[in-house]
């Protein structure tokens, strides 16, 4: 779902994005009473975090962005809709749905009604007139917030609030439904059947479901010790090369997180970003206008041939891990016509710069990936290696300094022990006729781990 908006928006459409925050749910009452919080409080307090987080990785902020605890008359009438369709009944102040007078119930999950037990994602009460049946209503309980309702005081059931909320925002009819794997049973099933319930012509075109996060190949969870937020993981790590890193997986397969994989993207984004950096300067050194017609043949072949790539992938189901490979050979040309001598020779080498940035940068920016500056960005991508390396500036230019007196006095195996010495820090040298710079890289002890595990 990252990209979702933006290439929707790039093809044209109007999007109207709506992300809400249940903030009315057993677990956050839990929690609020574990820590003497207010429950709503709390929400709201999780809400600014997740926000943060959000900008961080360049997502788009929704177009409207309710809450459940703003929404109570919404959810109510609902309820109200669902009673009088005879598909829920009332039970000692909660109001039940029967998954029974729905025939349709298990469409999207493909689960039959027999094969539903109680406890197993649904919640076991004896008074059910079938264990499968879900809360629409729940009656008051001490030391949980409330509302006022026919039913008297008490709280939605969460799939309620999700079915009320889009249908305030969206309608009984929409054309994309999101959300993780783990949702498809009960949440989304459940949410079919009270819409559809409650509006007889209620439905979804799309239901777009992302994987799960592994780490190491393993199910990342709070139970096996390998649970970590987005804070932890950008601060040693450029936001845009975690996002970058979740684009090279397509949205519905897991996501194996690990450190060789995060330092891969870095690398790459540093990479992306310098080769664009590059461009703007060298560009930024003419001032001419051009006809599209100026481009040389095999550069306008290759320009193509992205562009395809680019709507073929995109278009089918989102596939970003490979638009991302296709943008090896634009960002290959631009390099060799900045830094070869035969790229530098080439016929109308500005014009072909000027194109091939723009289809570059486009992509970007469908995929989010555009920063605000180049050289900004790239500071605080070496920022982030000299963290995870341990190191200061200072340390790795007096290092560089080092190497150089020793490749002055042919002292080689000096040289190669300082360039070996930081390659394993994450930090690669590079040599031209103007010097020696550096940039981030995967540490040499990652690399090897990854050749051997091929």
Known sequence: MFSTGRYLRHLGFEVCYVRNFTDVDDKIIARANELGEDPISLSRRYCEEFHHDMVYLHCLPPSVEPRVSDHMPQIIDMIKQI???GCAYRMDGDVYFSVEKFPDYGQLSGRKL???RAGERVAVD??????A???LWKSAKEGEPFWESPWGPGRPGWHIECSAMSAA????SFDIHGGGMDLVFPHHENEIAQSCAACRDSSISYWVHNGFVTVDSEKMSKSLGNFFTIR???DLYHPLALRLFLLGTHYRSPINYS???LESASERIFYIYQTLHDCETVISQHDMA??????????LDGINRFHNVFVTSMSDDLHTPVLLAAFSDPLKIINDMIHTRKGKKQAKRIESLVALEKIVKNALSVLGLMPTRYSEVLQQLREKALKRAKLTEDQVLQKIEGRAVARKNRDYEKSDAIRKDLATLGIALMDSPDGTSWRPAVPLALQQQQVAAS
């Open 83 to 85: 009673l009088d369709s």
């Open 114 to 116: 027999e094969d539903n």
């Open 126 to 131: 004896a008074r059910k007139k079938n264990p």
């Open 133 to 135: 049946d879900f809360a």
């Open 169 to 172: 925002y969206l309608g009984h």
């Open 232 to 234: 932890q993981v950008i």
């Open 259 to 261: 450190d060789i994989q």
């Open 290 to 299: 051009f006809e599209k017609d100026s481009i040389p043949p095999d550069i």
